[in-house]
């Protein structure tokens, strides 16, 4: 399970942010999963397992305040479905968990009506069953059926995050 990820809550042109931090963010949340997939492919020839990536609604529609991260994670979403693509045949099943706001250390002090730790956990392992390659959380799954109907007001919900 690739979950962990670093947002630096600030606008991309905030004269603060510098290059470290953007190398972090993009280190943790996209190089990160990609290489510690890259070692336990080789590993496991045959014998099935699961790669989780913990994805966000962010990866669809982005906010104000967090590009590199909302890139990120966007980029976690076609690499997890470029491996569905490329691991068709074999044992391995990739699932993308796209998730709400969670009740973090990282979102102290952001949003509202964000879904415990131990909730997106519980739908996190949900990824497990069969057939999933991508899972919707709370109110991600909102935020999915709304995207189909009316795309401009997804976009404007998470804007306002």
Known sequence: INN???????????PHYDAGQIADEVDTNLVAPMLLSRLLLPKTPGRPFVIVNVGSALARYPKTTAAVYSATKAGLRMFSDALCVQRQAGAVK???????????????????????????????????????????????RLLRLLEIIAPPAAAAIIRKL
């Open 4 to 14: 962990a990820a670093i947002q630096h809550n600030v606008r991309f042109d905030d």
């Open 94 to 140: 990739v699932v993308d968990v796209v998730l709400p706001l969670v009740d973090t250390p990282m979102t102290s002090g952001w949003g509202k009506d964000k879904v415990s730790a131990a909730y997106a956990a519980k739908e996190i392992l949900r990824a497990l069953e069969p057939g999933a390659t991508r899972i919707h959380v709370g109110k991600a």
